[in-house]
């Protein structure tokens, strides 16, 4: 349901310490709305509620793993004790994966859909159903990817818990369609975030100077986080059941639609120029 006046909502924001969490935060802040932020990097978020209440606005940090039942569970009540029900949920935190399937570890599947996936459906489960309850409109914005969409090579995990995302999208808005909660999926396309630059979040098939080809692409051709969160902001005022943002997004979900055969081989043909498949040879 859209939020057309954000001036003294409570918005929620997870993984807030950096990239586009930190640049949603601070646009919601821009327009007047009090924050709950969470991270598992409790340095770097406090200087994200620094940056918030510089714009005026109230901010509560909270130090929490979106991956931890127990941990989301005790965050809900301490905020529900706080604040009441939130106006905005944005489920936000995410890590990503590069490697080929066969050449990446099953616990880096079990990290990336613990986090991408469970870290989702934590905030929905502990935080939607009092946002529904309260009553009046109130909006649940969950961060998917092009990749939910349309997925290169060598990011199989990451593809999957993003498609996850998306179907979790699709039957919550169903499920809550008679009430004055709404859903959106945000997918970004090619967004310039720390997300690329983890060597924990890296198969060791993966070559150096595949990563740095890989982070030139990104710098080269991506945007910054501001475009995603200005989406966010945008879709939460208007009600927005999918956001299709940055380089790539719109056209890629277009043209899958007319014919999965293309894109597959465009993205062959482009991950083969790039030197992604090299790993598999």
């Not at 890296?202 to 150096?208: F, G, H, N, Y």
């Not at 030139?216 to 969160?229: C, K, L, Q, W």
Request: glycine share 8%.
């Amino acid at each position: 349901m859209a939020v057309p006046h954000l001036k003294g909502k409570q918005v929620l924001v997870t993984g807030a310490a950096s990239g586009i969490g930190r640049a949603t935060a601070l646009a919601f802040a821009r327009q007047g709305a009090n924050l709950v932020i969470s991270d598992i990097n409790p340095a770097l978020l406090e200087s994200t509620a620094d940056a918030a209440r510089a714009l005026g606005v109230q901010c509560l940090t909270y130090a929490v793993d979106v991956a931890d039942e127990a941990a989301m569970r005790d965050f809900a009540a301490s905020v529900h004790a706080k604040t009441g029900p939130v106006d905005v949920l944005v489920n936000n935190a995410g890590i990503g994966y590069i490697g080929p399937f066969l050449r990446s570890p099953v616990n880096s599947w079990r990290r990336v859909l613990d986090i991408n996936v469970m870290g989702v459906v934590h905030g929905c489960h502990f935080f939607g159903e009092r946002m529904v309850e309260a009553g009046g409109a109130r909006q649940i914005i969950n961060v998917a990817s092009l990749a939910g969409i349309a997925p290169a090579p060598n990011m199989s995990a990451y593809a999957a818990s993003k498609h996850a995302v998306m179907g979790l999208c699709d039957v919550l808005a169903m499920e809550l369609a008679d009430t004055d909660v709404g859903v959106t999926a945000i997918c970004p396309g090619i967004i310039n975030t720390p997300i690329t630059n983890a060597r924990g979040s890296v198969s060791e098939a993966i070559t150096p100077t595949q990563i740095e080809r890989l982070r030139a692409y990104y710098e080269a051709n991506g945007v910054s986080p501001d475009v995603v969160a200005a989406a966010i902001v945008d879709a939460t005022r208007h009600g927005r059941p999918l956001v299709l943002v940055g380089p790539y997004a719109r056209p890629m979900y277009h043209l899958k639609r007319i014919s999965r055969k293309l894109v597959k081989s465009m993205t062959l043909s482009d991950a083969r120029k790039n030197g992604y498949l090299e790993t598999m040879k």
